[in-house]
């Protein structure tokens, strides 16, 4: 029998629907619907039996193709047999997509990685969960070869990150592979794209885009009175928050989370443990110390908090939105101006004031080979060296008259 599906909205409905209203598919691809993620519900009759149950999912196609497999099966929560085509599942319990995902996130995270780096794993086994629900994949031991194909073929990364992201799989893949929860590398096949090893040049701002910068700040003004289209934050609050980028090379994630009493020390600003687990300091002019305090005495120790939120990725979010203002009033750049050129342009700067590439590598958290490979053309002396040593390779070469060509 036929189960009819439809979403039942809860009391905490995000799109603000009435508690308890059901909507269908076809209501909610009118124009102008609010969508949410109640979960969709399936009802109908099993062995003369009426029930309505949770399908746990929000999206449409993956709830469907799940009340299909109940429909297939006969019975609630039925999942159908393997299809003979599909390779001999591995023997054991079988394991679900979702304990899976799970599992290898837990593993991730017992390695200490960084905050960033655990933010990213996260973001690909909830693109590979989605895949799966759309798919109507319940266990791991369902995918196929086909099945990372299409995955594959579905990212629309860049071409280092589809590099990366594809790393990620095959890690998760061979994680599963050791446990016996899949009977062969599904990914082995996959290759990432061409060009992908190719050094991404560093673009930093130039200092006339920097002037143009902080002349966007002071055209934007004070912060606007309360009223419609207030706006809480002014020019000087962003020139604060880019001079500490600018003379710390700070990511824009650690910017926003900026907590006086823990980063500064005198004219020193506190950046990492070094490899060798002594502190690392960059130091900055007492003109900006000075702004600093001024702002902490307005705002407490965490000098960049927006809001009341504790979530760093929303709070990175809208300065993100602030700079992005900014950048507009600036005018147009030679490559998108994004806050994490402020970073690069801290490079840039050291890099031609002579300052040795270990140090600035130091201060940094890269390796030399690594600089060089970005920042080379900033290094000034290396320039200096490679033109003295061509001067000195084509010294006793012959050289020919400069000839007026006539006509």
């Known amino acids: 029998m036929a189960l009819h599906v439809y979403r039942r909205h809860r009391r905490d409905c995000k799109a603000g629907h009435p508690e308890d209203s059901l909507s269908s598919e076809f209501e909610e691809r009118r124009k102008g619907w609010r969508r949410c993620d109640c979960p969709i519900t399936a009802s109908g009759t099993f062995n003369k039996r009426y029930r309505r149950q949770s399908t746990g999912q929000w999206e449409w196609e993956a709830a469907k193709a799940l009340v299909a497999q109940w429909e297939q099966g006969g019975e609630w929560g039925a999942v159908p047999a393997a299809s003979p085509m599909l390779p001999d599942a591995p023997s054991g319990p079988r394991i679900s997509v979702t304990e899976a995902t799970v599992a290898f996130l ?9 905050r960033a780096t655990n933010h990213k794993y996260e973001t690909f086994v909830r693109q590979l969960c989605l895949f799966a629900n759309h798919k109507g994949i319940l266990f791991i031991d369902q995918f196929t070869i086909c099945d990372m194909d299409a995955f594959y073929a579905g990212w629309r990364d860049a071409k280092r990150a589809r590099a990366r992201k594809l790393d ?5 893949v061979e994680f599963c592979l050791r446990r016996k929860w899949i009977a062969e590398d599904i990914v082995a096949d996959l290759e990432p794209p061409e060009g992908h090893s190719v050094a991404a040049n560093k673009t930093p701002f130039m200092d006339d885009e920097l002037d143009r910068i902080f002349a966007a700040c002071d055209k934007l003004g004070p912060p606007t009175p309360p009223g419609r289209g207030q ?8 020139k604060d928050f880019i001079y500490v980028m600018l003379y710390t090379g700070l990511r824009i994630g650690d910017v926003v989370s900026f907590d006086v009493s823990k980063r500064l020390n005198g004219n ?31 705002v407490g120790n965490l000098i960049f908090r927006v809001g009341k939120t504790d979530s760093l990725e929303r709070q990175t979010q ?20 994004v806050p994490h050129r402020m970073r690069h342009t801290f490079v840039r700067i050291l890099l031609e004031r002579g300052v040795a590439v270990g140090d600035v590598a130091e201060l940094v958290g890269d390796t030399e080979r690594t600089l060089l490979k970005h920042y080379g053309k900033w290094v000034t002396s290396r320039q200096a060296r490679l033109s003295a040593i061509l001067q000195d390779a084509f010294a006793d070469r012959p050289k020919g008259n400069v000839i007026a060509i006539r006509g």
């Open 318 to 337: 809208v300065w993100r939105i602030r700079l992005g203002k900014i950048f507009s009033l600036a005018g147009e750049f030679s490559e998108p101006p």
């Open 231 to 238: 706006r809480l934050w002014g020019g000087e609050d962003a």
């Open 106 to 114: 837990d593993k991730i995270r017992s390695r200490a990685l960084a």
């Open 168 to 172: 990620k799989l095959k890690t998760f």
């Open 268 to 298: 020193n600003i506190f950046l990492r443990m070094h490899k060798t687990r002594k502190e690392l300091y960059s130091w900055i002019p007492h003109w900006l110390v000075n702004r600093i305090m001024e702002r902490r005495q307005r």
